[in-house]
């Protein structure tokens, strides 16, 4: 590579490695060849919360430098809008959102040259469906921070996958999301892989 | 009008009144004969904090039943994201986010059956420019939001606007926005009066 950045062997910090998405997207990088530090509030090899960006900075200040920070990890109420307060809205934005921008805010100064940010949103960003106006929310503002980051941080990279509900938790979610096409996980972390691995940066992969 | 809603003569709620968008949204609409109650923080018929949701909540108590919630203001950090503190991205969110958010889910009580809300977004949901991480973020938050909550208030409406920057507003802009095309703020007005006197929901106008 003539680029800086070697492909096989990187240094990841993954983000919500104890879920169903971060351990599968655990599985295709370590299987890539990359060295995968895991990050989780309750598991992994590291435990922090990324909704208190205090926290972030004591993950960025322990791991070092790295070469890809990937997001597997945001929670957002899901409720009807009478029923939800203005807290919720709050929560989904701690939860989803400025865990996210934190991770490249404080991450720029982490993260190799050539190094990227991948984070996760999701279809509510443009398809919505009946109970996730904060999740909708999230992710809308998840997608168009990652538009605007990209042209400031260069070249440095930061990118977003954008996956429906997950093949693997129909049974979780099946109802509302009824009738959306599903995604299989391996579809979601192969968008993963093309983040972390190739060139393209403010884009948002629907896997 | 066999739809329940008079077009002409609405009582209409108009948020940021005190602006350059907020003065033409309010001539635009007084001028097709509705009732328009200005709000601002400083100026404008009543004065509320509306990234307060408590503010807001005290502005609905007192303005009782109307037929349409016009939002023409919010504002957020302009910085590099290098020179962005969490505390921004918190200041942006609850600026333009949370303050319109909860223009929707506390007004869903006291609007119209067939009434409707138009929030304010703008082109940096879509294409971003320097400095805008936090804008960006915050349009991309509330045009997502809007659709969800499309489907969830019907017949209640809700739209946004989201214009590139005024024509008028080049001089204090046009540095950002270079080579942007910018639009007339009668172009954004148009856009408003359709969302109020249409009947159309979950879209963001483009003026």
Do not use: C
């Not at 590579?1 to 599985?27: D, N, P």
């Not at 993260?111 to 984070?119: I, N, P």
């Not at 099946?174 to 579809?187: N, W």
């Amino acid at each position: 590579m003539g680029i800086g950045l070697s492909v096989i062997g990187m240094k990841i910090v993954l983000i919500g490695a104890g879920g169903k998405l971060g351990t599968a997207v655990h599985t295709a990088l370590a299987g890539r060849g990359h060295d995968v530090i895991t990050v989780g509030r309750s598991g992994g090899d590291l435990r922090y919360d990324f909704a208190d960006p205090a926290q972030t900075a004591e993950l960025y200040r322990r791991v070092g430098r790295v070469d890809a920070v990937v997001s597997a990890a945001g929670g957002v109420p899901w409720k009807k809008i009478t029923e939800m307060t203005a807290q919720d809205y709050q929560d989904a934005f701690r939860g989803k959102v400025l865990s996210q921008l934190e991770l490249v805010r404080q991450g720029v100064a982490h993260v190799a040259e050539r190094g990227s940010f991948t984070l996760i949103t999701g279809v509510l960003a443009r398809e919505p469906v009946l109970l996730g106006t904060a999740a909708s929310m999230a992710n809308g503002a998840v997608e168009a921070f990652v538009r605007a980051a990209a042209i400031e941080i260069a070249p440095q990279r930061v990118n977003a996958v954008s996956p429906s509900v997950f093949t693997e938790s129909l049974d979780d979610y099946g109802d509302l999301f009824a009738g959306v096409p599903p995604v299989d996980l391996a579809d979601v972390t192969r968008a993963y892989v093309r983040s972390v691995e190739g060139a393209q940066t403010g884009q948002v992969y629907v896997p």
